[in-house]
């Protein structure tokens, strides 16, 4: 199995407030994995340590088996952070201008193949299940769709690993579930790894299906078909 996260040993502190103690994780291609925990636990601290904005003060981090301080190929790793930004309702630009402006950039001096650019965008917004919202205002959509185009976005580039931060923050129940199935069949069907913060631990844990516990400096992680929710807040 192709390992994309493994961390050993790690420890981090902000001066001497110690965050992280010792932590080791693994994290395989096609995995689903949740981060939960208390405020404060870790958890975005974890996430900037993997994407090298922290850097560790002990231990070791590797991403696609190469130290985070080496890897440089951050194409494949796409990043959704807890800041989403929404578009209100007058911003002068389609679902189809969105997603194209990020394929111009990366298809530079292509840009005239028009066909395939057309074809890169429905196939994006396809696996979103956004397809039908291709001409529409992207100021009109609810904070759900929104959340969808972003995700689109980011799948241009065909990363390997989606990192996000908590992106749901304000989604109703109904919205934060249907963007969990979406992730899920991500990770399914196209093998994509995806590492989710979320305070949800009910709904993620009937989509995730690896559950990362965060607490006191500590990480443990449980498989989610063994995860006792109970257990996990008694101890
Ligand atoms: N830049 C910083 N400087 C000092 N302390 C920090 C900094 N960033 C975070 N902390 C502290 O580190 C601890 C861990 O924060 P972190 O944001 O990683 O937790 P979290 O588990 O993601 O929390 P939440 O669920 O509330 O988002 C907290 O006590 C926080 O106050």
């Not at 407030?17 to 405020?39: H, V």
């Not at 494949?76 to 007058?90: A, C, E, L």
């Amino acid at each position: 199995m192709k390992e994309i996260i493994e961390i050993n040993n790690l420890c981090f502190a902000y001066k001497e407030d110690t965050i992280l103690n010792k932590i080791n994780l693994k994290i395989n291609q096609g995995d689903f994995a949740a981060f939960i925990g208390p405020n404060g636990s870790g958890k975005s601290t974890l996430l900037k340590l993997i994407t090298g904005s922290l850097k560790p003060m002990q231990g070791q981090i590797k991403l696609f088996n190469t130290p985070v301080e080496e890897f440089n190929d951050w194409a494949k790793v796409g990043y959704v952070s807890q800041k989403v930004r929404s578009f209100n309702d007058s911003f002068p630009a389609t679902v189809r201008e969105i997603i194209g402006a990020s394929l111009y950039r990366k298809m530079g001096f292509f840009k005239l193949l028009t066909n395939k650019l057309e074809n890169e965008i429905d196939r994006v917004l396809d696996l979103v299940g956004m397809l039908d919202y291709k001409a529409r205002q992207i100021g009109n959509l609810s904070g759900g769709q929104q959340q969808r185009i972003f995700i689109a976005r980011i799948l241009i580039n065909q990363p390997e690993i989606i990192l996000l931060d908590e992106p749901l923050v304000g989604l109703d129940i109904k919205a934060q579930e249907e963007f969990y199935r979406l992730l899920n069949n991500l990770s399914q069907e196209l093998d994509i790894t995806i590492v989710m913060i979320s305070h949800d631990i009910h709904v993620i844990s009937n989509q995730a299906d690896k559950i990362v516990c965060f607490k006191k400096g500590q990480v443990f992680t449980h498989q989610a078909e063994n995860f006792n929710y109970n257990d996990y807040f008694r101890r």
